[in-house]
Structure formats: structure tokens, C-alpha cells
């Protein structure tokens, strides 16, 4: 069974980056869909990126523009760097893995951006 472990997480101003790294156990398949998700407090979980076929990337509006992901098949590792931080983008981010419609999920690295 595939393992995803999330670093990069941290406290971090507003203005400010951070970079989230998603490492796999073992080597996953441009084709297998992966993408960042995040929880705020209260809220429910939500898209914040994704990546398929290698390159096709898809952002949610509220992290357009500031945000980018990325995958680096020689290391088995995903990453989101993250600009231009806001308040908002505080919560707990999740790595995930569609590998053959089987979901897999990372343990969640905490992000907060201070005002």
C-alpha cells in the first residue's frame, strides 16, 4: 500500500511562502491523479490542486495565481509552492493519490498565516 508522508508546513506571515513536499513510498504513474487538499477549522475539506497526465494542473479560484503544483517523478515526491499567503489559507493540508480509483491520503501537514 502506497504511503504519502506531507512536509513544509508551518507559521508563516501574510505576504509570505512556504513549500509543501508529498513524498510516496514508491513510484507512482504520471496518469494517477494527485492533488492538495486542505481543512480549515470548522470547514469542510476542500480542492486546493491537482495534477494528472503528468502536467495538467487545475487550481482552485481562491489560490490561482499564488499557487503551484508540481511533481518530480525521479524523487516520488509532489509539491505545492505557495505565494503570497493569506490569513485564509490557514489549515491543515493533504496530499492524495487516485492510483487506479483507489484514494490514498497523507496524514495532513498544519499551515498558518499569521495577519
Known amino acids: 500500500q502506497v504511503q504519502l508522508v506531507e512536509s513544509g508546513g508551518g507559521l508563516v506571515q501574510a505576504g509570505g511562502s512556504l513549500t509543501l513536499s508529498c513524498a510516496a513510498s514508491e513510484s507512482i504513474s504520471a496518469i494517477n491523479p494527485m492533488g492538495w487538499y486542505r481543512q480549515a477549522p470548522g470547514k469542510q475539506r476542500e480542492l486546493v490542486a491537482t495534477i494528472t497526465s503528468g502536467r495538467i494542473t487545475n487550481y482552485a479560484d481562491s489560490v490561482k495565481g499564488r499557487f503551484t503544483i508540481s511533481r518530480d517523478y525521479a524523487k516520488n515526491t509532489m509539491y505545492l509552492q505557495m505565494n503570497s499567503l493569506k490569513p485564509e489559507d490557514t489549515g491543515i493540508y493533504y496530499c492524495?493519490?487516485?492510483?487506479?480509483?483507489?484514494?490514498?491520503w497523507g496524514q495532513g501537514t498544519q499551515v498558518t498565516v499569521s495577519s
Open positions: 492524495n493519490l487516485n492510483r487506479w480509483s483507489v484514494l490514498y
